[in-house]
């Protein structure tokens, strides 16, 4: 298939396609097993010293992973992928592949709970620093940025904020000084959001969310899009031999490979099979979300809907411009105070009160007092994460039901 211009619901199903799988399935198979058989110790030699390609150890290498890596790879337009545990894995491993004592980080201040406890608490004894900024902000941006930056970290949809970057500002920041951008596209996914087209050379997904299909798996991507001269990264040295390669080969090699944080197999099959439908769920998620946001803005019960969707929102035009005809499949809004957000969470009926996102079911959690615990007050002030604050991450369901859930919970929230 090579040879035709296949779009990307069409590339979801049939890209690297199981055409050479050996019983000839159309689907490929799970490979749960751990080692993997060599003809000849010669083989072997050449497969360890990366001279062949070959698979000899699950936990670096697996058929059905790599089958997964390679679908999303295509479906990114990159150069390579390399699948992990999780999200975090995926972040995780990659700060390591590309950072060394005494570099930096600028990243946005609206960040995840967790992405901003490993940039703050984890990396910052190890010699790491990262600068937190105002992402919308790019005279600010660009002041943090200095020689010792190596990546500039931001994501396509903040959560829970729903803060919408302008790529094309922090691409032309980035390169003016050299500098990785690297994104988190988990909320967007490649359906929504190409990252190679708006200047960003890597691209992570927690593919626990969307991409899993609904939850069925945690895992975690990151995807070299083939645009950053490795050259100009210092902790890559060893690997500039491999020229465009340079970061995978890192990531895999070295990084990947000693921190076991490897994709199950099993997980990697989830997730291919998740990838066929997410157009689908991603479309029916995003229509749901508007319609959702549009009906909290006529609620009185409501102080504020944050959701990209609405016209109202000062990141609807970047969000109409960047993203493929939605604009996201989560929303936050607030109400009068954190005991009514915890009253109104208690009275819904049909709506999970769980954690996670982009699930096939709605859930909902209060972000404060959840994600968001770590931090002290000041810093969620700081991170726009106030008390008062709800996420919701819109499923599939029939759009009535949620909206008659909400309903019946913000007219029996006085109760």
Known sequence: MKDIDLRFETLALHGNGAQNEAHNAIRFPVYSGVAFDFDRAEDMELAFTYRKPAHAYSRITN???????????????????????????????????????????????????????????????????????DIRNPEEVEKAVD???????????????????????????????GVVVMVDGTVTTPYLFKAKDFGAHL???????????????????????????????????KYHKYGQGAFLARLRMEVHRNFGSCMAPQSAYLQTLGLETLFLRVKTSCENSLRIAGFLQQRGEVIKVNYP???????????????????????????????????FINKLKLIRRATNINDNKTLIIHPASTIFSDCSPEEREQMD??????????????????INDISQALDNLKL
Request: hydrophobic content about 40%; proline content about 4%; cysteine-free.
């Open 63 to 133: 058929p059905t992973v790599d089958h997964f890596e390679k679908k999303l790879t295509l479906l990114e337009d990159g150069l390579g992928t390399i699948a992990l545990s999780s999200g975090m894995a995926a972040l995780s491993t990659t700060l390591l592949a590309l950072l060394q004592q005494g570099d930096s980080i600028v990243a946005s201040k609206h960040l995840f709970g967790n992405t901003y406890s490993l940039l703050k608490e984890t990396l910052t004894p190890f010699g790491v620093e990262t600068r937190f900024v």
């Open 309 to 343: 969707g609405l016209a109202e929102s000062s990141f609807h035009e970047l969000a109409r411009r960047q993203f493929n005809g939605g604009y996201g499949g989560v929303l936050s809004f607030e109400l009068g105070s954190k005991e009514e957000a915890f009253r």
């Open 203 to 237: 691209v992570l997904h927690s593919t626990t969310k969307y991409i899993s299909g609904g939850a069925t798996s945690v895992g975690g991507a990151v995807v070299d899009l083939g645009t950053y001269d490795w050259r100009r990264n210092p902790a890559l040295t």
């Open 385 to 402: 994460v106030p008390d008062t604050l709800i996420r919701l991450s819109v499923g599939i369901e029939n759009v009535r039901d949620l």
């Open 147 to 177: 020689p010792t930056t190596r990546i500039l970290l931001l994501e396509t949809i903040t959560n829970p904020q729903m803060v919408v970057p302008d790529f094309n500002e922090i691409a032309e920041i980035a390169r003016q000084h």
